[in-house]
């Protein structure tokens, strides 16, 4: 193996331990109140989906085709009794856009949000209405549950961090950063009623990012047929 075929071993080779990184933590960077709606860039978060317009290309958003399980609301009309609250404002006032939540009714349900395209997402922002202990937030790498953060988890703080349990005229936009664990699913599950919830926002990988993880497949596939060529001489 000469020296410029090593390199490029090399590099390839680092390049793919640097995107294959598993099992890295995921912590919360920052905690908002009052921070509800998109286009939401710090951290470099974008908006991938506030329910006012269609999700960002790249992502899609499901719930189970289950009635009551999971459903859009509009925020103006207030609270839906036993079911639903909108998630407030930061002045406590309810918020005139639309949301979405998930319901425990006949279940526990789940929706999910998935990255297509084989890419997975960096970093990751909601906004998080009227905190429960039975709301849940799960990330996955495939098939693979990286993390499951339940009630105050989810902001990384404790219950005295909001008046009580369910109170529905507080809530948190809450920021992570997932760590490089090749996170391409998250899914929002409840127990009980309900998991409210709006301005999902996000940062995947830059295409250039991309453009060097082919480059160093490239590098690898060159490397080999080198190595076959002096095998056969």
Partial sequence: MNFRTFLAVTAATGLLAAAGAAGAAITVTDIEVGNIQGPVYLNGNKTILDWDSPIAAGFAFTGPDVPGATYERDGSLGLDGGQSAPPPTGTGAYETTDYYTVTS??????????????????KFSFYLGSPDAYNYLNF?????????????AIWDGTWDDVPFQGDQSWGYRVYYDLGGSNIDKITFRSTGNSFEFD????VVPEPSSWALMILG?????????????????
């Fill in 199 to 202: 301005g999902l926002a996000g």
């Fill in 140 to 152: 996955y790498s495939g098939a693979t549950l990286v993390a499951s953060l339940s009630g105050p």
């Fill in 105 to 122: 009714n006949g279940g526990p349900h789940e929706a999910s949000l998935t990255v297509l395209g084989g890419n997975t997402l960096k």
């Fill in 217 to 233: 497949f490239g590098g690898i596939g060159a490397a080999m047929r080198s190595r076959r060529k002096l095998a056969i001489a």
